[in-house]
């Protein structure tokens, strides 16, 4: 390329970027929502085939205020919109079972036993935006029918053996014979010791099942049997367990006759893989698999941030960005505009928005350019390399990965349990 053919090349470029950006842009602000009751109830963007999904499940990145807000009201609208009354969560079976009581009893102590947890591990889960959101869920039950109340699925991985235990006390109740030979089970994960969990969990399930101890019929059962299950996976890879919760529970509750809705980190409900096809998610192994036949029926809803904060534990960050003499620090180096990290054509999103606003954008809608393109996200070098997430697997598009995308602008970042 000659220099007058180059200087010719490079207006023209500049003229291209310009009018894709413009094309970008305008489909945005025609399939744009913003996230409150009243917006989504009379949205004509999200329509029939919005409605039409089983699985309704949103990415965040911990840490940051809004997404709690979020949380809860796309929970609650999809309640009230499509019966919506299971929330699948990134917790466990035995955090989910306390949030459960709590959310019928109402005895605070509960919900502390769950956040205590999470407060003496510095996990971004310990904040009191999250813990005041379960309260809301709980007030919200009480404005429903019976039959419509939420309540919660836990399919992480165990998180804490000992609640396990406790757990497993509870449902073992009445059942003398089991409990006195789950004995050493129970003492091996008030211990944490997880060769002894694997090797007890499993001698009993294998003793149980040859003398039909556990009824394949009672739910009570089913759950001692789910419970144990954890406990010989205990250190099974963390994505795949949560694949093979939810398809237990989606076989043994019978979710196929129910939508459900998820609030999970970001990673967790990309529906493609990710980092070169290297990384899967979830949610990918659940579209996958043909006996659950959830492939196009799962709506992945992603939220991009700008301008706001995130709450990370301080011993975590670099010296230069700690707030000495704190456990949790406020950074806003996260967003998705920089300085860390750079989604491509954020801009357009930005565009399509105001200041303080939390817009929901439908990305694959007929005519949107998003349909034949990949967004690359870049990073800074200070990055850790473990700490990246491209989505940049071969011959795929940004709507093989998400759906719908949420701009979250302007956040404060949650607020930390302090004890």
Same mark, same amino acid.
């Given at each position: *390329?000659?220099?007058?053919?180059?200087?010719?090349?490079?207006?023209?470029?500049?003229?291209? *970027?310009?009018?894709?950006?413009?094309?970008?842009?305008?489909?945005?602000?025609?399939? !744009?929502?913003?996230?409150?009751?009243?917006?989504?109830?009379?949205?004509?963007?999200?329509?029939?085939?919005?409605?039409?999904?089983?699985? +309704?499940?949103?990415?965040?990145?911990?840490?940051?205020?809004?997404?709690?807000?979020?949380?809860?009201?796309?929970?609650?609208?999809?309640?009230?919109?499509?019966?919506?009354?299971?929330?699948?969560?990134?917790?466990?079976?035995?955090?989910?079972?306390?949030?459960?009581?709590?959310?019928?009893?109402?005895?605070?102590?509960?919900?502390?036993?769950?956040?205590?947890?999470?407060?003496?591990?510095?996990?971004?889960?310990?904040?009191?935006?999250?813990?005041?959101?379960?309260?809301?869920?709980?007030?919200?039950?009480?404005?429903?029918?019976?039959?419509?109340?939420?309540?919660?699925?836990?399919?992480?991985?165990?998180?804490?053996?000992?609640?396990?235990?406790?757990?497993?006390?509870?449902?073992?109740?009445?059942?003398? !014979?089991?409990?006195?030979?789950?004995?050493?089970?129970? !003492?091996? @994960?008030?211990?944490?010791?997880?060769?002894?969990? %694997?090797?007890?969990?499993?001698?009993?399930?294998?003793?149980?099942?040859?003398?039909?101890? @556990?009824?394949?019929?009672?739910?009570?059962?089913?759950?001692?049997? +789910?419970? @144990?299950?954890?406990?010989?996976?205990?250190?099974?890879?963390?994505?795949?367990? *949560?694949?093979?919760?939810?398809?237990?529970?989606?076989?043994?509750?019978?979710?196929?006759?129910?939508?459900?809705?998820?609030?999970?980190?970001?990673?967790?409900?990309?529906?493609?893989?990710?980092?070169?096809?290297?990384?899967?998610?979830? %949610?990918? *192994?659940?579209?996958?698999?043909?006996?659950?036949?959830?492939?196009?029926?799962?709506?992945?809803?992603?939220?991009?941030?700008?301008?706001?904060?995130?709450?990370?534990?301080?011993?975590?960050?670099?010296?230069?960005?700690?707030?000495?003499?704190?456990?949790?620090?406020?950074?806003?180096?996260?967003?998705?505009?920089?300085?860390?990290?750079?989604?491509?054509?954020?801009?357009?999103?930005?565009?399509?928005?105001?200041?303080?606003?939390?817009?929901?954008?439908?990305?694959?809608?007929?005519?949107?350019?998003?349909?034949?393109?990949?967004?690359?996200?870049?990073?800074?070098?200070?990055?850790?390399?473990?700490?990246? @997430?491209?989505?940049?697997?071969?011959?795929?598009?940004?709507?093989?990965?998400?759906?719908?995308?949420?701009?979250?602008?302007?956040? !404060?970042?949650?607020?930390?349990?302090?004890?």
């Amino acid at each position: *390329m000659n220099i007058l053919e180059k200087l010719l090349y490079i207006p023209a470029l500049l003229f291209t *970027m310009h009018a894709a950006a413009q094309e970008n842009q305008k489909y945005l602000q025609s399939h !744009a929502v913003v996230v409150n009751n009243d917006s989504l109830a009379e949205s004509k963007i999200l329509g029939q085939e919005f409605y039409a999904h089983q699985l +309704f499940i949103v990415g965040e990145i911990h840490g940051i205020q809004k997404g709690q807000d979020i949380d809860y009201t796309l929970l609650t609208f999809l309640n009230r919109k499509l019966n919506v009354r299971t929330y699948v969560a990134e917790v466990d079976f035995a955090k989910a079972y306390l949030l459960n009581q709590y959310l019928k009893t109402g005895d605070e102590g509960l919900i502390d036993s769950v956040f205590r947890d999470w407060t003496e591990q510095n996990a971004q889960w310990a904040n009191t935006d999250f813990k005041d959101k379960i309260r809301k869920i709980r007030r919200y039950n009480k404005t429903v029918k019976p039959t419509l109340t939420i309540h919660f699925e836990g399919i992480d991985q165990i998180q804490n053996p000992q609640l396990v235990a406790g757990y497993l006390k509870d449902k073992l109740n009445g059942k003398r !014979a089991l409990l006195k030979e789950a004995k050493v089970l129970l !003492a091996a @994960l008030y211990d944490k010791n997880d060769s002894v969990i %694997v090797q007890e969990s499993t001698a009993l399930i294998k003793q149980w099942d040859k003398r039909n101890a @556990l009824s394949a019929t009672k739910n009570q059962d089913a759950d001692i049997r +789910f419970a @144990l299950i954890n406990c010989m996976q205990i250190s099974s890879p963390r994505e795949a367990q *949560m694949y093979k919760n939810f398809k237990s529970l989606y076989q043994s509750r019978n979710w196929s006759a129910e939508k459900l809705y998820g609030f999970f980190g970001f990673a967790h409900v990309l529906a493609a893989k990710a980092n070169g096809g290297r990384s899967t998610s979830f %949610v990918y *192994m659940l579209s996958q698999d043909p006996e659950l036949n959830l492939q196009d029926k799962i709506a992945s809803i992603g939220l991009l941030y700008v301008d706001s904060k995130m709450t990370t534990p301080t011993d975590a960050l670099p010296m230069a960005w700690r707030q000495k003499g704190t456990r949790f620090t406020a950074i806003g180096q996260y967003n998705h505009d920089g300085p860390l990290i750079r989604l491509e054509d954020i801009e357009s999103f930005k565009s399509a928005t105001k200041q303080r606003s939390v817009t929901l954008f439908d990305l694959a809608s007929a005519g949107s350019p998003y349909l034949t393109r990949s967004l690359e996200i870049k990073y800074a070098d200070i990055m850790p390399v473990s700490q990246r @997430l491209l989505l940049n697997a071969p011959g795929t598009r940004i709507t093989d990965y998400l759906h719908y995308v949420i701009l979250v602008r302007n956040s !404060a970042a949650t607020n930390p349990i302090r004890e």
